[in-house]
Every structure is written in structure tokens, then in C-alpha cells.
């Protein structure tokens, strides 16, 4: 629109300025004889003016649609390509898609942890981050090791996590202004004293999803408990290596011996 109204405008203006022009300098405003022609050369002028601003506007629209067409052609291949790589990633994917989503996103949140990380410069926030990230990072990998944690994984990804990253954006918005106000300064402390409690639940969360391990390997205990304890090799009500290994050897000794008198005996009585 804004093309077309300077395309009509400027033949125009270009008219009207030689015209005044030609007029002032030649004297035309005091002679009728001489209106004609300066009106002539004037209008001359105007279409000559007009047919060079087209021009000229034609080859930058031209090259502007050029450029767009450009810039969409890009952004449409890169959105292929990176549909393309997701593809390849999924169909590469030892994991099942649950596992596969959960570790995508929380590569994603990881990554803007670190952004954050990196962005806000107190140094007592950044060891928080980063103990934050490390203690994600194992709640994440955990749905690998135990993809029967993914409904409790899921819900740290779908609530926890990202409540922590928009706060933490909150606070690095706000420690980037030049004034400290009672809303900015407070906002900012009670944002520091919820880090510590998050660092914590993070960590209870963390522990919470060995609980189903937790139980595993304490039903293994007690059956190897129980199986010692019918060959004579326990005694006490939980397992203790060592002793187990030293009652097997004493075992294996006493069968060593026992074999080496009997033949022995059977030797003295040929």
C-alpha cells in the first residue's frame, strides 16, 4: 500500500516543483507566453520522475520478494531437516516413546538451566542451579535405568521442573535492573529461600524412585538369608558377605578333608 501511494505521489510532486521552478527562474508567473512551455517541461519532468520512481520501486519490491521467498525457502527446509532428524532419532531409539519424551525434555529444560546458569551472575544462585541440574539430571536418566518410574518422572517434568525454570527466569529478569525496589528485592529473596526447599525436594523425589529398588533388593536379601540358613551357613538375620565366604571355604575345606581320609582309609585297608 505504502509502494503504491508513493508511486502516484511522487510523478506529482516531481510536477509541480519543476513547474514552480521553471516558472520562478524564467519569469513565467509574469508572462502568459511563457506558462505553456514551462507547464510543458514540467509535465516532461513529472513523467520522466514517475517512470524512474516505478522503476525503481518495481526492483525493490523485486528484491524484497526475492529475499522473503529466500528466507521462507530456508525456514521451510530447516523445519524439514529438523523433522526429519526427530525421526531418525525416534526410529534409532532403543527406548520406548514414554522414555524417549522424557529424555527429550528434559535435555530441553537442562538446557535452559544452563542458559540461566550462565546468565545470572550471583554466584550463590549458580551453585544452587547447578546442583539443581545435577540432581535433574539423574531424576531424567532414571526413567532409562526404570521405565516403571515414568509416571513419577512424568509428573517432576510436567510441574516441578518447569515451576522452578519460570522462576528462576523471574529472578534473572529481575536481577537485570538497574533499580532495586521492595517489590524486585523481595521477590528476588523469597525466589532464593525456594531454591534451597526445591534442591531438597528434588532430592526426596530422587530417593523416592529407588523406593521400588529399595524393596527388591531387600527381598533378595532375605531369600539368600533364607537359603543360608537351610545349609547351615547363616546365623544372622542379615547377610554379611564376609562371613558368608568364610564359612563356604571352611565348608569346601571340611569336604577336601573328609575326601583325602577316605582315601586314605581305603588305601590302609587294600
Same mark, same amino acid.
Given at each position: 500500500?505504502?509502494?503504491?501511494?508513493?508511486?502516484?505521489?511522487?510523478?506529482?510532486?516531481?510536477?509541480?516543483?519543476?513547474?514552480?521552478?521553471?516558472?520562478?527562474?524564467?519569469?513565467?508567473?509574469?508572462?502568459?507566453?511563457?506558462?505553456?512551455?514551462?507547464?510543458?517541461?514540467?509535465?516532461?519532468?513529472?513523467?520522466?520522475?514517475?517512470?524512474?520512481?516505478?522503476?525503481?520501486?518495481?526492483?525493490?519490491?523485486?528484491?524484497?520478494?526475492?529475499?522473503?521467498?529466500?528466507?521462507?525457502?530456508?525456514?521451510?527446509?530447516?523445519?524439514?531437516?529438523?523433522?526429519?532428524?526427530?525421526?531418525?532419532?525416534?526410529?534409532?531409539?532403543?527406548?520406548?516413546?514414554?522414555? !524417549?519424551?522424557? /529424555?527429550?525434555?528434559?535435555?530441553?529444560? =537442562?538446557?535452559?538451566? *544452563?542458559?540461566?546458569? &550462565? $546468565?545470572?551472575? %550471583?554466584?550463590?544462585?549458580?551453585?544452587?542451579?547447578?546442583?539443581?541440574?545435577?540432581?535433574?539430571?539423574?531424576?531424567?536418566?532414571?526413567?532409562?535405568?526404570?521405565?516403571?518410574?515414568?509416571?513419577?518422572?512424568?509428573?517432576?517434568?510436567?510441574?516441578?521442573?518447569?515451576?522452578?525454570?519460570?522462576?528462576?527466569?523471574?529472578?534473572?529478569?529481575?536481577?537485570?535492573?538497574?533499580?532495586?525496589?521492595?517489590?524486585?528485592?523481595?521477590?528476588?529473596?523469597?525466589?532464593?529461600?525456594?531454591?534451597?526447599?526445591?534442591?531438597?525436594?528434588?532430592?526426596?523425589?530422587?530417593?523416592?524412585?529407588?523406593?521400588?529398588?529399595?524393596?527388591?533388593? !531387600?527381598?533378595? /536379601?532375605?531369600?539368600?538369608?533364607?537359603? =543360608?540358613?537351610?545349609? *547351615?551357613?547363616?546365623? &544372622? $538375620?542379615?547377610? %554379611?558377605?564376609?562371613?558368608?565366604?568364610?564359612?563356604?571355604?571352611?565348608?569346601?575345606?571340611?569336604?577336601?578333608?573328609?575326601?583325602?581320609?577316605?582315601?586314605?582309609?581305603?588305601?590302609?585297608?587294600?
Amino acid at each position: 500500500m505504502r509502494n503504491r501511494r508513493h508511486r502516484s505521489r511522487s510523478p506529482i510532486f516531481t510536477f509541480l516543483g519543476v513547474w514552480l521552478l521553471v516558472m520562478i527562474m524564467g519569469g513565467a508567473l509574469d508572462s502568459a507566453s511563457r506558462f505553456i512551455p514551462a507547464l510543458l517541461i514540467a509535465l516532461g519532468a513529472g513523467i520522466v520522475a514517475g517512470v524512474g520512481v516505478s522503476a525503481l520501486l518495481r526492483r525493490r519490491d523485486k528484491k524484497a520478494a526475492e529475499k522473503g521467498a529466500k528466507e521462507a525457502e530456508a525456514a521451510a527446509k530447516a523445519w524439514e531437516e529438523e523433522q526429519a532428524k526427530a525421526a531418525r532419532e525416534e526410529e534409532k531409539s532403543p527406548y520406548s516413546p514414554e522414555v !524417549q519424551a522424557i /529424555i527429550n525434555e528434559g535435555r530441553t529444560a =537442562l538446557k535452559e538451566m *544452563g542458559r540461566l546458569y &550462565k $546468565s545470572i551472575p %550471583d554466584p550463590t544462585i549458580r551453585e544452587k542451579i547447578n546442583e539443581l541440574m545435577a540432581v535433574s539430571d539423574k531424576i531424567v536418566r532414571d526413567a532409562i535405568d526404570d521405565p516403571t518410574d515414568v509416571p513419577q518422572i512424568r509428573k517432576f517434568l510436567d510441574y516441578y521442573l518447569p515451576t522452578t525454570i519460570k522462576l528462576l527466569n523471574a529472578y534473572d529478569r529481575m536481577s537485570a535492573q538497574d533499580i532495586q525496589g521492595d517489590n524486585i528485592s523481595g521477590s528476588m529473596e523469597r525466589i532464593e529461600d525456594m531454591l534451597d526447599t526445591t534442591i531438597d525436594a528434588y532430592k526426596k523425589q530422587l530417593d523416592a524412585l529407588f523406593a521400588n529398588q529399595a524393596a527388591d533388593i !531387600q527381598m533378595d /536379601i532375605d531369600i539368600m538369608n533364607g537359603m =543360608l540358613a537351610r545349609e *547351615g551357613l547363616g546365623g &544372622k $538375620s542379615y547377610l %554379611d558377605w564376609n562371613d558368608f565366604m568364610k564359612q563356604y571355604e571352611k565348608q569346601q575345606k571340611e569336604q577336601k578333608n573328609e575326601k583325602i581320609n577316605e582315601q586314605k582309609g581305603s588305601t590302609s585297608n587294600g
